[in-house]
Each structure stands twice: as structure tokens, then as C-alpha cells.
């Protein structure tokens, strides 16, 4: 496990230098002189001269790129152009906000899609099956954002039950700030659960047909204690693999969903950063996501290795 | 009567092609016909409900919502033929050159692809849009580039599995260059992975521009998209719901439509089929 675990680290590691490589060539090298597309074309000389001394943009760019990832690697994320305040602050304030956007989202998912999954793998061809497969093919088709409006206009202008959109902030406690984040990570969740129960189904479908299932039945288990014992415990696996990958889709409709409920996560903040042309926050938040997203990639990867042994022998 | 032996069409793959079919001519109308100028902005008449002069209502600025969804499906529809035809441009040769030539080809490609999928698909295409500025065709590209991604890693992927087979094998025994025996003998066989694949992105393109026009890096005003319609249509849910309703379902019936027929292409073309790949937008 020890050995597994150090690889696993190492391809982290690996990726997450390749995304910083690739975030600071498509920010820094292609497009130009950033300072120049701050400040816009009409800007003058000697003001445009003193913000790339403020940028650094006068060092070369590997000099800058090494300045950058060392301040990474310290915790200096640096200092944001439009707040004036340190970049490790803000995305550390916006956190707050997306951590448990997300977390909740994934929650509603899998909540929501289990059961759905299961339902239909166990009434295969039947009504609820069809039932469960169209809400997968509409939950596909539904663009997040447009699902966000409809709950708003249900729940918030309909029948007042929420807010149509903001953030209290945590201080206020955790009821309103909880109540707040409700209809966001329905938005997210459901959207992403319709993926999610179309996998289980499938996962479930084909454990089904496998021998040990059928011999199972004939030793005289109930069908309920073959479901618990060998039918679930064997479609966690891609089931999980699954989760793990909508973690990723789940950070990127938060950058969406947090604009449609004027949440201020760090989706919302990337976005107003890169409308200021505030390059330091869109790298630094760039690199937040991004380390998110293999976080859980690794956490997957050894809760994959718990529940299915044969990863871990063949290596 | 059904011929004995033939299969009937799938019931998903009828009713893909009704729904995009009605979207492509819907489109197509809009070129010569739309029932009022979609820009013609008359304040006097603004957020009015569903009526029989304008079926779908008026939005804030007295433009005509039904002629708005009209032209917003032409540059819907645009967008993603454009981007998935780039998608398929770039990265069908790409997949099988990566198949053909092996070794390092194979490598750097396979690479490549894991690279762009490493990073959330919106989050990369708000960062070309962003960086290139917002627009019609900074959208096409930064769309386009995802696709190059997904078309390489199907081709790849299907190419490898065609390679793999005896007729292919012996063609190349009898001396076919690998050039040869690629467009000749595994591309025809693998034409409906990506005829499949390229109903699914579109889907996936569609979902994406509305995404860019919501947050206002696509398609920019005057001209008409569906997104940006919903971005508007927040701004006025309390006056006029019905705003926010007709470019959403206008956008999810569409998308229906595509996933639909691709499904409904895939069950046809090869029941064992399931490789198609449905990369999102989010």
C-alpha cells in the first residue's frame, strides 16, 4: 500500500507540474504582453512600463515561471492587481463557498442517482426502468445553467421557500449559509446525478450476470441480501471511478452555477479575474482547481484500492 | 409488412432525427423567413406575454422572442458543425496517425489528449475565450480544440482495435504502406464510431456555446443565441417568467435531439457499439 501510495503521489505531483507548466504558457507566453492586455491598447507607455516592473514581466520567463511555482510551493500565492490583497486570502475566503458547493452537490448526486440506478437495474424493461433512463437522457440534455433558472423561478419566485441568489457568509450561521447553498447544489447535483444513475444501472446490470450472483440465489440467499452483500459491494468500484471523474465536471458547472446564483466561490472569482485581465488570481486559481481535482483523483484511486484488492496485487 | 431478417429502426434513433430534424429546419427558415426582424428593437411593445402576433412573447427590448430562438438555432447550429468539423479536421488524422506510425507518435498524442482532459472542459474554454476575447469564433476555437481532443482519443482508440484484425494484418503483409492500409482499410471501418460520435459532440457543442453565451464569452449581441437570451431573461424572471423558459427548452430539445439520434445510430450501426465518448461541457 506504502509503494502504491508513493506512486500515486508521484503521478500527482507530475500532473499537477504539467498543468502549471501549461497555465503559465497559455497566460504568460502566448498570448502577449499581459500588462498590455490589463491595462488595454490606449494605455500609456510609462504606465504600461511600471505595472510590467510590478508584474515582473521585465524577467525572463523561465526566471518568472520559477518565481511563481516557488511561491506555490511556500504558500505566497502573490498579490491580486485588483483586490490588493494576497491571492492565498482570497482563494481561501472563496473556498468557503465551493468546497462545500461541491461537496453538497456531489452528496445530492449520489444520493439521488444510487437508488434511482439500483430501482432500475432491479426493474430492468419495466416502467420504472424507462422511467429512470428518460429523467438520465433529459438530466444530459438540461444545460445546468437553464436548470438553475427553473429552480429559481420555482422555489425562490414561486413559492419563496429560498433566496434567488447570494451568499450570507458563514458567520451568519450555518442555517442561512447552508439554506443559500441548497438550490446551487441541487442544480449541480441533479444535473450530474442523471450521469451517475445511468452508470450505477449499468454497474449493477452486469454484476448481475455474473455467476457468483446466480450462485448466490441458488444456495437460497434472499434476493435483498445478494443485492447488500455481493451485487453493491461489487458495482462500488465503478461507481467510484465514476464519482471521481464528476468531481472534476462538478468544480467546472460550480464556475457556471456560482454566476447563475451570484455565489462569490472561486468560479465566480475566476471568472471576474479574468473579465479584469487579473492574471495572477486566474493562475493561482487555475492551479486551486486544478489541485482539487487530483486530490480527489488520489483519494479515488486508494478508496478504489480498499474496495477492489486486484489493482493493488497486480502491481 | 417488415421484410423477414431486417431490423427495425431503434425508437431513439426516430425520434433524434424528428427533433433535429425540426431544429435544422427551423435554422434553415430563419434564412429566409423569421416572423419579425430579430434585432428590431421596439420598446413600446417590451416584455409582452405569449400573444397571436408574437407567439413567444417580447423580450426587454420589444424584440421578438420566437424570431430570436429562430436565428439563435442558425448560430447554434453553426457554431457546432464548425467546431465539430475542426474536432474531426484535426483530430481524426491525428488519431490515426498515432495508430499507423506507433512509437513516439502514439505517445505524444496519447499525452496530448490525457493533458486536455486533465483540466475541467468549461474551464479551458473560458480561458480561450478570456484570453483571445469574447466571440463567435474565439468560441468555435476554444469548442474546437476539446473536440480535436475527444476525435483523436476515439479514432485512437477505435483505429487500434481495426489494426488489431487479420484483414488488416494482411494487407499489410502484402506490402500496403501504413499510410495505405490506414485510409483504405481502417478508416471506412471505423466511419460509424465517429459518425456517432460526431452526433454526440455536437450535442456536447451546443451545451457549450449556450455556456460561453450565458456568461458572455460566445455569440455577442446584437446577434441572437440562445445563452445570452438566458442571461437577459434572469434579469426580468420576476415581469416575465416565460423568458427564461422558451431559449432553455429550446436548448435541452436540441441537445435531446442529438444525444437521440446518436444513441439511435449507435444501436443501428453496432448493438455492441458502446465506445462513444460523452465528453461535457462541464
Do not use: C
Not at chain 1, 449499468?202 to 455481493?230: C, F, P
Amino acid at each position: 500500500m506504502t509503494a502504491f501510495l508513493g506512486r500515486r503521489l508521484l503521478t500527482l505531483g507530475l500532473t499537477l507540474w504539467l498543468a502549471s507548466v501549461v497555465v503559465f504558457v497559455v497566460l504568460e507566453v502566448l498570448p502577449g504582453d499581459p500588462a498590455l492586455l490589463m491595462l488595454g491598447v490606449d494605455a500609456r507607455p510609462d504606465t504600461l512600463a511600471a505595472l510590467r516592473a510590478r508584474m515582473g514581466l521585465d524577467q525572463p520567463a523561465p526566471v518568472r515561471y520559477l518565481a511563481w511555482t516557488g511561491g506555490l510551493l511556500t504558500g505566497d500565492l502573490g498579490t491580486s492587481h485588483t483586490y490588493g490583497v494576497p491571492v492565498a486570502e482570497l482563494i481561501r475566503d472563496r473556498l468557503a463557498v465551493t468546497a462545500p458547493l461541491t461537496g453538497l452537490a456531489m452528496l445530492v448526486s449520489m444520493a439521488t442517482a444510487l437508488p434511482l440506478g439500483l430501482l432500475a437495474a432491479s426493474r430492468r424493461g419495466r416502467p420504472a426502468d424507462y422511467g429512470v433512463m428518460a429523467f438520465s437522457q433529459l438530466g444530459v440534455a438540461v444545460p445546468n445553467f437553464w436548470f438553475g433558472i427553473l429552480l429559481v423561478l420555482w422555489f425562490s419566485i414561486g413559492l419563496g421557500w429560498f433566496d434567488a441568489g447570494g451568499f450570507p457568509g458563514w458567520s451568519a450561521g450555518i442555517g442561512p449559509a447552508l439554506k443559500s447553498l441548497t438550490l446551487p447544489a441541487l442544480t449541480l447535483g441533479l444535473t450530474e446525478a442523471a450521469i451517475l444513475a445511468r452508470v450505477t444501472r449499468s454497474a449493477v446490470l452486469d454484476i448481475l450476470g455474473e455467476d457468483y450472483v446466480r450462485t448466490a440465489r441458488a444456495k437460497g440467499l434472499s434476493r435483498s441480501a445478494v443485492m447488500r452483500r455481493h451485487v453493491l459491494r461489487n458495482a462500488l468500484i465503478p461507481i467510484t471511478t465514476i464519482v471521481g471523474l464528476q468531481f472534476a465536471f462538478l468544480l467546472g458547472g460550480a464556475i457556471v452555477v456560482e454566476n447563475v446564483f451570484f455565489l462569490p466561490g472561486l468560479g465566480k472569482l475566476l471568472f471576474q479575474a479574468i473579465s479584469q485581465r487579473d492574471l495572477i488570481v486566474v493562475k493561482d486559481a487555475v492551479m486551486a482547481l486544478a489541485a482539487m481535482v487530483v486530490a480527489v483523483n488520489l483519494i479515488v484511486d486508494v478508496l478504489y484500492a480498499l474496495i477492489d484488492p486486484r489493482p493493488k496485487a497486480a502491481s | 409488412m417488415r421484410r423477414p431478417g431486417r431490423r427495425p429502426l431503434p425508437v431513439n434513433l426516430i425520434a433524434g432525427a424528428v427533433l433535429t430534424l425540426l431544429l435544422a429546419g427551423m435554422a434553415l427558415v430563419s434564412l429566409v423567413w423569421t416572423p419579425y426582424p430579430p434585432e428590431a428593437m421596439r420598446i413600446a411593445i417590451r416584455l409582452q406575454p405569449p400573444s397571436a402576433a408574437h407567439w413567444l412573447g417580447t423580450d426587454h427590448f420589444g424584440r421578438d422572442i420566437l424570431s430570436m430562438i429562430m436565428t439563435g438555432a442558425r448560430n447554434s447550429l453553426a457554431v457546432g458543425a464548425v467546431a465539430v468539423g475542426t474536432g474531426m479536421a484535426v483530430g481524426v488524422p491525428l488519431g490515426l496517425a498515432a495508430t499507423s506510425f506507433g512509437g513516439w507518435t502514439d505517445e505524444t498524442v496519447g499525452r496530448l489528449t490525457d493533458l486536455t482532459f486533465a483540466f475541467p472542459a468549461v474551464l479551458s474554454a473560458i480561458l480561450i475565450t478570456a484570453l483571445l476575447g469574447p466571440g463567435a469564433v474565439n468560441a468555435i476555437l476554444a469548442i474546437g480544440i476539446f473536440n480535436v481532443a475527444v476525435f483523436a482519443r476515439v479514432t485512437r482508440g477505435a483505429a487500434r482495435q481495426v489494426a488489431a484484425r487479420e484483414f488488416v494484418r494482411a494487407a499489410a503483409a502484402l506490402g500496403r504502406g501504413p499510410a495505405a492500409v490506414t485510409l483504405v482499410h481502417v478508416l471506412p471501418n471505423i466511419s460509424g464510431t465517429l459518425i456517432v460520435q460526431a452526433t454526440i459532440s455536437f450535442a456536447v457543442a451546443i451545451l457549450a456555446e449556450a455556456g460561453l453565451s450565458y456568461l458572455g464569452l460566445g455569440i455577442q449581441p446584437p446577434a441572437p443565441s440562445w445563452g445570452k437570451m438566458l442571461n437577459e431573461a434572469q434579469t426580468f424572471m420576476l415581469l416575465r417568467p416565460t423568458l427564461a423558459i422558451f431559449p432553455g427548452l429550446t436548448i435541452a430539445l436540441s441537445v435531446l435531439g442529438l444525444n437521440l439520434l446518436g444513441d439511435g445510430l449507435r444501436d443501428l450501426l453496432d448493438p455492441r457499439l458502446r465506445a462513444g465518448v460523452r465528453h461535457r461541457s462541464s
